[in-house]
């Protein structure tokens, strides 16, 4: 997705794409970071950040899950946490029921050589504290998002938890995804032998922001399975729990690691 700052407008574009999704079920649906609002500022974002399991946001979610028989994984929205808001991608059932939680742990503090210049999330964003992983019944998945996928030790602990998909819905900037992206979205496939759903948004926003694009699924050898580099659409691919099963078999790194991860505060 390309979002813009309306909400409603961004879920309209959601529903389109879901109706030009593959007929089989089950099968999970993942939007991009900040998917409903992007573009307004974070002070916007903070002005309509919804109570959690309340908000208009939350609710169509809830509503576009039942009605095309999904799991959906709304990538990020702002979910009201006192004086900050938490990046919260919350997971819906196919009967509409939220499931799971996580709110983004790693915060992009960080400074950058395009338009932009400065990143401050923490000054806005209340940090997550917990990993999760939710049971879609054909896989466990585990739930990251964006910056998240710099620091490897997340997802050691997100496949010690079960995961056999790790969704990453993400907003890179142009300038660190032209470096990085790739390389990161794969080395965390290939590292815990996890297939990888990386949702992106792409272009020019509103603010000015440039963000990558380049949405990749990527299976647990490294391979890419889908990608669609710029334009707004969807990118699908099957899902092998044999094949998961058979590389970690044949490479048993989990039970031949001499560390074991925890996360701290």
Same mark, same amino acid.
């Given at each position: 997705? +390309? +979002?813009?700052?309306?909400?409603?407008?961004?879920?309209?574009?959601?529903?389109?794409?879901?109706? /030009?999704?593959?007929?089989?079920?089950?099968?999970?649906?993942?939007?991009?970071?900040?998917?409903?609002?992007?573009?307004?500022?974070?002070?916007?974002?903070?002005?309509?950040?919804?109570?959690?399991?309340?908000?208009? #946001? =939350?609710?169509?979610? +809830?509503?576009?899950?039942?009605?095309?028989?999904?799991?959906?994984?709304?990538?990020?929205?702002?979910?009201?946490?006192?004086?900050?808001?938490?990046?919260? +991608?919350?997971?819906?059932?196919?009967?509409?029921?939220?499931?799971?939680?996580?709110?983004?742990? $790693?915060?992009?503090?960080?400074? #950058?050589?395009?338009?932009?210049?400065?990143?401050?999330?923490?000054?806005?964003?209340?940090?997550?504290?917990?990993?999760?992983?939710?049971?879609?019944?054909?896989?466990?998945?585990?739930?990251?998002?964006?910056?998240?996928?710099?620091?490897?030790?997340?997802?050691?602990?997100?496949?010690?938890?079960?995961?056999?998909?790790?969704?990453?819905?993400?907003?890179?900037? =142009?300038?660190?995804?032209?470096? $990085?992206? $790739?390389?990161?979205?794969?080395?965390?496939?290939?590292?815990?032998?996890?297939?990888?759903?990386?949702?992106?948004?792409?272009?020019? $926003?509103?603010?000015?922001?440039?963000?990558?694009?380049?949405?990749?699924? #990527?299976?647990?050898?490294? =391979?890419?399975? /889908?990608?669609?580099?710029?334009?707004?659409?969807?990118?699908?691919?099957?899902?092998?729990?044999?094949?998961?099963? =058979?590389?970690?078999?044949?490479?048993?790194?989990?039970?031949?690691?001499?560390?074991?991860?925890?996360?701290?505060?």
């Amino acid at each position: 997705m +390309s +979002s813009r700052q309306s909400p409603k407008q961004n879920l309209q574009r959601v529903e389109q794409q879901l109706k /030009a999704i593959p007929e089989g079920r089950p099968q999970l649906v993942v939007l991009p970071e900040a998917f409903s609002c992007f573009g307004a500022g974070d002070r916007a974002q903070l002005a309509m950040a919804e109570p959690y399991g309340d908000g208009p #946001v =939350q609710q169509r979610l +809830s509503e576009l899950a039942r009605q095309y028989n999904v799991y959906l994984i709304g990538g990020t929205l702002p979910i009201y946490a006192g004086e900050r808001f938490a990046a919260a +991608s919350i997971c819906f059932g196919p009967d509409g029921t939220q499931l799971a939680r996580y709110d983004k742990i $790693h915060l992009f503090d960080v400074d #950058v050589a395009d338009n932009t210049k400065e990143y401050r999330e923490s000054k806005w964003t209340r940090p997550g504290e917990q990993v999760v992983t939710v049971d879609c019944g054909f896989a466990v998945v585990g739930m990251a998002v964006c910056y998240d996928v710099r620091f490897p030790e997340m997802f050691k602990a997100l496949r010690q938890a079960g995961a056999d998909i790790i969704v990453l819905p993400t907003a890179f900037t =142009q300038v660190t995804g032209e470096a $990085h992206w $790739h390389t990161l979205v794969k080395a965390r496939a290939i590292e815990q032998q996890v297939y990888m759903v990386a949702p992106a948004q792409f272009g020019e $926003h509103e603010n000015g922001r440039k963000t990558y694009g380049h949405s990749l699924i #990527v299976d647990p050898w490294g =391979q890419i399975q /889908a990608e669609k580099a710029t334009g707004e659409g969807a990118i699908s691919a099957e899902f092998d729990l044999a094949k998961v099963q =058979q590389i970690r078999q044949q490479m048993p790194v989990a039970k031949q690691t001499r560390f074991k991860v925890s996360l701290t505060q």
